[in-house]
């Protein structure tokens, strides 16, 4: 078994079939990894530490997608109201690794994050599937945006801020549940306008709606509350969201910088995983 092998003293469970959209078209397959993968990994621990003795801490990507249709700000004494497949195998696991704890004193937290985002992100999510089109439109490399819903509203903080905040949850006496959040939230439509601007571009001349890219039901608006998780942990967010922006635009730019060069050059290039979803 590879607990056994690897014999972890910190567990960060992170594997999930993590888009919301095709939560719906594979929701069979979203339920099994997101629900019952933290069960097991759960189970697995446990079983690991009955028989050596050993303690394991274990961080659950508990999401705040879990809050769908509740009322905005939302923190940890908000109910939960999830909107999609993906969103309800995430609450399943929220209330397991509340029940390990309780059941079986282990040291297990929930970390219910709202988005995170950085230069790392998968092209299919809708920032960077923004920000990789800045790019390639700035380097006549595409014409056109096509999005869904552009007046859904989204806390969005940087991944590398929220990646230090999983750690410190692991690191303090006792073990409990924290939200992290910036606070801030903005429109996908004034994500696109500002990652535009950056390159001198209006993002109206460029973005169209395509209703492809809706879901059959929507998140309206995330607005993370991280009062409670802030005063306990020490930890605030470092990047604003115009850094966050202008971080991923700067990258992307240099991306389809590369992409010219090449096709320029007389190469063929395989884009990997630009948007579909
Ligand atoms: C915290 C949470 O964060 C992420 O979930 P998400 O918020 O659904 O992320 P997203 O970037 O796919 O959508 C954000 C919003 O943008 C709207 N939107 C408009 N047009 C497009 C569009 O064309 N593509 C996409 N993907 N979204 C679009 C879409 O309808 C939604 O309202 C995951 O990491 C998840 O794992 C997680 O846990």
Redesign the pocket.
Known sequence: MLVERIQPDEVYNLG?Q????VSYDQPEYTADIVGLGTLRLLEAIRDYMDRTGKQVRFYQ?S???MFGAAKPPQGLHTPFHPR?P??VA?VYSYWQTVNHREAFDMYACNGI????ESPR?GE??????ITRAVGRIKMDLQDKL?????D???DWGHARDYVEAMWMMLQQDTPRDYCIATGEAYS?REFAEKAFSQVGLNYEDYVQV?PR???PA???Y?LGDASETNAVLGWTPRTSFDQLVTEMVEHDLELARQEKTLLDAGHQVALKGI?N?
């Open positions: 999930a993590s888009h919301v959209k990507a999401s705040s997608e999609s993906y969103a995430k994050l709202f988005n995170h992100r299919t999510f809708v920032t960077r599937k096509f999005l869904g819903n552009l859904a509203k989204r996908v395509d890219y809706f879901r929507e998140v309206d995330l948007g979803t």
